[in-house]
């Protein structure tokens, strides 16, 4: 029997849906708990490939909501992007897997999309500067895109295409509320619900030809559903979808400072620095190709072989900054 029999008995999915599928090429942009919650149900459902981008490696805090990764993981300090793989391919042998263990920036998500060349291009984002760069890059190059987002426990899911309104059309400039990880948290049901909305937006996709130009909220505290219709939300004034420009792409300077959620600081360093012995006082308590997790005083580092080095339980920017040029001069 076929394996993918359930879903092809029902009549609208069908065989022909089955193949659309199985010709499809879907880029998972972000495999924290929304991306690997797209990836294990399309990998299931027989998608032919998926390329996977993410820069993270797998960590305790990670495990309550993403469910393609395991305590092994944070163990051996793996890249998700290859620990996924590794999980999804015991889960169908058939679907091409291609992970990318890079950082999305403006100065290379085009070149990469280039690259690909996806069908369709899926959020499993945690934070919004990257959307909006995908907004515009998906725009300049028309690929359609799937936006989903979760914060807390509210959940928003709505398809981009050059026939409907683009991020930009609908919100102009990041949500303030949105940015707010530490704050607001996230709960489980609410980014498998997202998930799942994504690939429920692909699948209507598959079977309409079009998407549903919809956008679907939900909030799993209150118990509120809506869904509405989008298509009046497209300005023909919009920067992006309407005047083609693309701002957020052409600004192509990296932060070199940055607070992530968990009040963690960011820096960048030569990625030089990753092969260079350390200071004494520097202790290294693990390593792998990618990564290496330091212990400076009572301070947590881990520096990643492109030279992003997180700094953790250090109380400002400027105690931060300070401690770097310390030991990395
Ligand atoms: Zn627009």
């Given at each position: 029997?076929?394996?993918y029999?359930r879903?092809i008995?029902?009549?609208p999915?069908?065989?022909?849906g089955?193949q659309k599928l199985?010709?499809?090429?879907?880029f998972?942009m972000g495999v924290g708990?929304l991306g690997?919650g797209?990836a294990?149900?399309l990998?299931?459902s027989?998608?032919?490939?998926i390329?996977?981008?993410?820069?993270?490696?797998?960590s305790?805090t990670?495990l309550h909501?993403?469910s393609?990764?395991?305590e092994?993981?944070?163990e051996?300090m793996m890249?998700k992007?290859?620990a996924?793989?590794?999980h999804?391919?015991?889960?169908?042998?058939?679907?091409?897997?291609?992970?990318?263990?890079e950082e999305?920036?403006?100065?290379?998500?085009?070149?990469i999309?280039?690259?690909?060349?996806p069908d369709?291009?899926?959020?499993g984002l945690?934070?919004?500067e990257?959307?909006?760069?995908?907004?515009?890059a998906t725009?300049?190059l028309?690929?359609?895109?799937i936006?989903?987002a979760v914060?807390?426990?509210?959940v928003s899911?709505?398809?981009?295409d050059k026939d409907g309104?683009?991020?930009?059309?609908?919100?102009p400039d990041v949500p303030?509320t949105?940015?707010?990880?530490?704050?607001?948290?996230v709960?489980?049901?609410a980014?498998?619900?997202?998930?799942s909305?994504?690939?429920?937006?692909?699948?209507y996709?598959?079977m309409h030809g079009?998407?549903s130009?919809?956008?679907?909220?939900?909030d799993?505290?209150?118990?509120?559903?809506?869904?509405?219709?989008?298509k009046a939300l497209?300005e023909?004034?919009?920067?992006v979808?309407?005047?083609?420009?693309?701002?957020?792409?052409?600004?192509?300077?990296l932060d070199?400072?940055r607070?992530?959620?968990?009040g963690?600081?960011?820096?960048r360093?030569?990625?030089?620095?990753?092969?260079k012995?350390?200071?004494?006082?520097?202790h290294?308590l693990?390593k792998n190709?990618?990564i290496?997790?330091?212990?400076?005083?009572t301070?947590d580092?881990?520096?990643?072989?492109?030279?992003?080095?997180l700094?953790?339980?250090?109380d400002?920017s400027?105690?931060?900054?300070?401690?770097?040029s310390?030991?990395f001069n």
């Amino acid at each position: 029997m076929d394996r993918y029999d359930r879903q092809i008995k029902f009549p609208p999915f069908g065989r022909e849906g089955q193949q659309k599928l199985q010709n499809l090429h879907a880029f998972i942009m972000g495999v924290g708990a929304l991306g690997s919650g797209i990836a294990e149900q399309l990998v299931r459902s027989g998608i032919k490939k998926i390329t996977i981008v993410d820069k993270d490696i797998v960590s305790l805090t990670n495990l309550h909501r993403q469910s393609g990764y395991t305590e092994a993981d944070v163990e051996t300090m793996m890249p998700k992007v290859f620990a996924l793989k590794q999980h999804l391919s015991a889960m169908n042998h058939e679907v091409e897997i291609e992970p990318l263990n890079e950082e999305i920036t403006a100065r290379n998500i085009v070149g990469i999309l280039e690259e690909v060349k996806p069908d369709i291009v899926l959020d499993g984002l945690d934070q919004f500067e990257t959307r909006y760069l995908m907004n515009e890059a998906t725009r300049q190059l028309n690929i359609p895109y799937i936006y989903g987002a979760v914060i807390g426990s509210q959940v928003s899911v709505f398809p981009i295409d050059k026939d409907g309104p683009c991020l930009n059309c609908v919100m102009p400039d990041v949500p303030e509320t949105m940015e707010s990880c530490d704050v607001y948290g996230v709960l489980p049901p609410a980014v498998h619900l997202t998930s799942s909305l994504v690939v429920s937006e692909l699948f209507y996709y598959l079977m309409h030809g079009t998407f549903s130009y919809k956008m679907v909220t939900m909030d799993i505290y209150k118990g509120t559903m809506r869904s509405t219709s989008i298509k009046a939300l497209k300005e023909e004034d919009c920067e992006v979808c309407g005047h083609h420009n693309y701002p957020r792409l052409a600004h192509r300077e990296l932060d070199q400072l940055r607070l992530l959620c968990g009040g963690v600081y960011q820096i960048r360093l030569n990625p030089d620095y990753f092969e260079k012995p350390l200071q004494e006082d520097v202790h290294t308590l693990l390593k792998n190709p990618f990564i290496k997790r330091l212990k400076y005083k009572t301070y947590d580092m881990t520096l990643y072989q492109d030279g992003r080095l997180l700094i953790y339980n250090v109380d400002d920017s400027k105690n931060a900054q300070n401690m770097v040029s310390q030991l990395f001069n």
